[in-house]
């Protein structure tokens, strides 16, 4: 299959290097407004620079799209229209409205999936095989500030990965109750799911960069580390001991097994796969659109 990446910023050299790498794709194109950029990155990766994004899409049967998230709407009809199968970047559009209005231009036999990134981490899956009854959750995303994001809440760039695992990994639906605190660079949000409390934390500002999810049920506790990719479940004590003074609870600490991969190779090879065989990708445009409508939702009871 011929792929193509349009804009070839950080995330979109990523996608270009997966697929110099992908044994399934023939032959690699991108297109990015800045020339240089889209040059080096062809002469890193093989790719062919085009020079514009209707000789890219002339040329490929599947693109990543991974513009800056104001022009997803707008080059997103653009690839719809030429028929070409599409992965967008997260998130889908600036808007949850934009998105909603791009829905029924898509066509049934055209497969256009949205990269949220997170749903592709192996922790995920292995922790959703664990779940029984869920009492609490908690989800950690906080990063040192970057150069790299401008002009977008920390709501629609970091949270909004952990909205995407809850509403479509973890509970398979909206929240019934969300309240939210915080501003653009430090933001959390309390959500409950059937009686069971979310909370949600994520921040620019922290010195040290954290992916963590932590579960709380009746009979264990699951930590699970989406940068490590490692699960433990903590199962309760089998016994209390007074020792010196203070109690010491022994616990039965299980370390699961987690099939380590670079999510990002799991997202596109799922993509090719799902454009060759034209099945749907498994972040559909309508589950990216109502993430968005969380974020949005957050982000209204912000401060201005």
């Known amino acids: 299959m011929d ?12 996608h270009a290097r997966i697929y110099s790498e992908l044994k399934t794709v023939n032959s690699l194109f991108i297109y990015d407004t800045n020339r240089k950029s889209a040059e080096e990155t062809g002469r890193l990766h093989g790719a062919t620079v085009c020079g514009s994004i209707g000789d890219l899409l002339s040329r490929c049967e599947a693109v990543s799209l991974c513009v800056p998230t104001q022009f997803h709407f707008q080059v997103a009809r653009q690839v719809i229209a ?7 970047e997260k998130p889908i559009c600036t808007t949850a409205a934009e998105g909603r209005s791009l829905l029924p231009a898509i066509p049934d036999d055209l497969v256009i999936g949205v990269g949220h990134i997170e749903r592709f981490n192996p922790v995920v899956p292995e922790i959703r095989k664990i779940i029984r009854k869920p009492l609490y959750m908690e989800m950690k995303r906080h990063n040192p500030t970057s150069a790299r994001v401008k002009g977008t809440s920390v709501v629609n760039d970091l949270m909004i990965h952990d909205i995407d695992i809850a509403l479509h990994s973890f509970f398979h639906g909206k ?9 653009d660079d430090i933001a959390s949000a309390l959500m409950s799911w059937g009686g069971t409390p979310v909370y949600l934390s994520t921040s620019r500002k922290s010195s040290k960069k954290i992916r963590m999810c932590y579960i709380e049920e009746e009979e264990f506790t699951i ?53 060759s065989r034209g099945k749907p990708f498994p972040v559909t445009p309508s589950e990216a659109v109502e993430n968005l409508e969380i974020c949005e939702e957050i982000r209204r009871q912000l401060p201005c």
Do not use: W
């Not at 030429?82 to 967008?88: E, K």
């Not at 929240?175 to 501003?183: C, F, Y």
């Open 3 to 14: 792929a193509g990446v349009i804009g070839v910023g950080s995330m979109g050299r990523n």
């Open 82 to 88: 030429a028929g070409v199968h599409a992965l967008i």
């Open 175 to 183: 929240p019934t109750s969300l309240v939210s605190a915080g501003n």
């Open 223 to 275: 930590e699970g580390d989406f940068m490590a990719q490692e699960i433990y479940v903590h199962h309760k004590p089998g016994q209390y001991i007074f020792e010196d003074d203070r109690y010491v609870q022994e616990n039965l600490i299980e370390k699961v097994m987690v099939n380590k991969l670079e999510p990002l190779k799991v997202e596109l090879s799922t993509f090719l796969d799902c454009a």
